[in-house]
């Protein structure tokens, strides 16, 4: 297993992504006996928190283009004794037959995908008839603070950020025009904001620090001296948007996605 996919799981799982995980579920109102796929599923925290709702008659299947992830996910499903299926493979090809899924989720992945409009189409496409797909998108920019210092950081520093990318759906119109384009009906986009919480700040820094700027081509090509160099430097910067959101020696940062839930 990768550290980047073990220090996932046990890092931003907890603090961010199971929170958010709870809210998606409760809107898609998983049922016993259903089959369900978890699109772009990470280490898998949606589909181990639906598996018991679906109980031993129905199905569910995480997939995941990063094979680090899955390991990950596939480890943690065996600890918690829960029977679930795991693939890598792109979301723009989805490899299941027409109508598999009655529920399809995709936890803040839309936006990654290589092709939005392509990957939809796959989802309608493994969906049953009346089947529903939700998923979420983070917010703009322009809503989260922290990441928009660190994206302005980054340019700086290095001439570009990918900072941006993470944050690229956050127009809701887009989000709607997609799923309509799609072939989806009877689509609800909800905004909703958590309060997310990390125990350790420097950690918390770090990790962010680690899967933006460090992975820019930019920042690839210096040798490793100067790369150290740099990521210093952008820690350094950053310690006074990382004390706004410091309390109680805790980080506590709000954050803002867009629910949007739809019909086959």
């Known amino acids: 297993m990768s550290y980047a996919a073990e220090s996932y799981e046990n890092y931003m ?49 995480g997939l995941d283009l990063d094979p680090d992830k899955i390991n990950v996910a596939r480890a943690m499903a065996k600890r918690e004794g829960l029977a679930i299926e795991w693939k890598t493979g792109p979301a723009e090809q989805l490899p299941f037959s027409d109508g598999s899924f009655d529920l399809i989720i995709c936890q803040f992945g839309l936006m990654f995908f290589s092709d939005r409009h392509a990957a939809l ?25 922290f990441y928009q210092t660190l994206d302005d950081v980054s340019r700086q520093r290095l001439g570009k950020s990918s900072v941006g990318a993470v944050f690229s759906l956050g127009d809701a119109d887009e989000l709607h025009k997609l799923l309509t384009n799609a072939g989806f009906q009877d689509i609800e986009i909800e905004p909703m904001s958590i309060t997310a919480r990390y125990l350790n700040p420097q950690e918390f820094l770090a990790w962010e620090i680690d899967v933006d700027p460090a992975e820019t081509p930019a920042l690839q090509n210096l040798d490793a001296e100067a790369q150290k160099a740099i990521l210093v430097s952008l820690h350094v910067e950053m310690q006074a948007a990382l004390q706004e959101v410091i309390k109680d020696n805790e980080v506590e940062m709000l954050s803002h996605a867009h629910i949007a839930h739809a019909k086959r």
């Open 13 to 61: 799982v907890p603090g961010l992504f199971a929170p958010w995980s709870s809210h998606l579920i409760q809107i898609a109102n998983p049922q016993p006996g259903e089959h369900v796929l978890d699109v772009a599923c990470g280490t898998g925290i949606v589909a181990r928190q639906i598996a018991p709702l679906v109980g031993p008659q129905g199905l569910i299947i």
């Open 121 to 145: 189409m796959e989802m309608y496409r493994v969906l049953r008839t009346d089947g529903r797909v939700v998923l979420s998108v983070w917010q703009g920019l322009d809503r989260h603070p």
